[in-house]
Every structure is written in C-alpha cells, then in structure tokens.
C-alpha cells in the first residue's frame, strides 16, 4: 500500500506518489486524460473562461446535494447559499491559483471562506473543524511540492479524495475538495487558464464519483486505482465539453 496522509493513517505522506503509477491502468488513464485536455485547449481561447467557471460553480453545488438548473444561476435567480459560495470559490481560482502551490494551508483556508459563508458560522470559517484533523491536513498539503516531479492529475486526484475522506472543514466540504484539484490544475499547469471543469466530469458520472470516492477512503490498491481511473475520467469528460463550447 503507498502510504498516504488519510488512506494510510498516518500524520504525513512518507512516499512519493510516484508508485501510484504502478497501479493498473493508471499510467494510461492519465495519459488519455492529458491528452484530451490539451487537445482542448489548443482548440480554445480565454473567451469561455466565464462560462467554465458558471459550470464549474454549478456543477459543484450539485454534487453537494444543492442542483439548479443552470439558467436559472445564471439568470441569477438562485439565492441557495451553497450555489453562491460555489460560484464565489468558482470566480476566485485564478487568484488564488498562483498562491496554491506556495501556501496551500492560507489558500485553502480562503476557499472555505468563500464557500461556507452563510453556511456555518462565522467563527467556523476557515478552521479547521477539530485539532486533531490538523497534522493530516498538513500532511496532505505537502504533496504540492510533488507537483514538479509527479504528473499534475495525479496529485489533482489525491488531493480531491484525501479532502473528501478528512473533511477537515464545516459546511460543504466536497465544494472545497473539488476546488483544491481545480487549483492544483491550474497551479501544476496542465490548465494554466482554468477552462477545464472536472466537477462536470463528477456530476455527469455521480454514482461512480461517490462510489470511487468511498474506494479511495479504504486506502487499498484497488480503492486508490478505482478513484484515480475516475478522476482521469471526469478530466476527459470536462476536456469534451470544453471543445462543444469552443
């Protein structure tokens, strides 16, 4: 089993993430994955930068139990709070994506802002729900400095199912693991521009998406395969639409 700061109980990583490229299929999963993302972006321009970032938001909130159709958020007719922190983290991440890599623990305190406001209270934003989440937290954190040497996807992948298994904060906990891989994305450069929306990957593939998420959280071989295989899915699937609205 690679050791891993929450699949593997630990208080850090004491591996590279490298040999979860020895997994089957991961490798090529991957590689599809990167492939179809900078067919896209060859393919598109910054112009769709707003509308990524609508579908993103959108998309994110329905995977926390919060789906409205999309005309109606757009429209502005939708005052769910869950919708309009997703939509504020949504507007943020090209911010805070140039920040991410240097201090992940600040960033990420901020996207929970962001997300929770109106959600919990006030004195919960940006802490971490209890002490003992703390070490974790940092362990996981620390897998940003592997973005030079592991590709992007992969850590994207972790960091998205290691902060779905912690939940280290109050309120909408997937909306703010979903935007870390985003930001991981963008920071490791394999979207340098956040046009790519992998939270619609996870909401067309929703039961897969919670069922590979609970894979990842036992920490086997099997669980960590199954939620990287989707992830690079969903990747794919965000690539594809990117190309329908170029």
Do not use: C
Request: net charge negative; glycine share 8%; hydrophobic share 50%.
């Amino acid at each position: 089993m690679v050791d891993l700061p929450i699949a593997a109980g630990v208080d850090a990583p004491t591996a590279s993430l490298n040999p979860l490229l020895d997994l089957a299929d991961v490798r090529s999963a991957l590689r599809d994955a990167r492939a179809a993302v900078d067919d896209a972006l060859r393919r598109t321009g910054p112009a769709v930068a707003a509308e990524v970032s609508l579908r993103s938001a959108v998309a994110s909130a329905a995977l926390e139990g919060h789906g409205y159709e999309l005309e109606a958020v757009r429209a502005g007719a939708v005052a769910d709070p869950v919708v309009q922190g997703a939509l504020r983290v949504a507007r943020e991440a090209g911010a805070m994506s140039g920040l991410w890599a240097k201090v992940p623990r600040q960033v990420l305190a901020r996207v929970h802002v962001l997300a929770g406001r109106d959600v919990v209270d006030d004195g919960a934003l940006g802490r971490p729900v209890a002490p003992d989440v703390v070490p974790r937290l940092s362990g996981l954190l620390s897998l940003m400095a592997e973005l030079s040497t592991v590709p992007t996807l992969l850590v994207a992948a972790v960091v998205h199912g290691e902060l779905l298994a912690l939940r280290p904060f109050a309120g909408p906990s997937g909306v703010v693991a979903r935007a870390a891989a985003r930001l991981t994305l963008i920071a490791g450069g394999l979207d340098p521009h956040g046009l790519v929306a992998p939270e619609v990957g996870h909401l067309a593939r929703q039961p897969e998406y919670v069922g590979a998420a609970n894979a990842f959280a036992t920490g086997t071989p099997d669980g960590l395969r199954s939620w990287i295989r989707h992830y690079a899915t969903a990747v794919e699937l965000a690539a594809a639409e990117l190309r329908t609205l170029a």
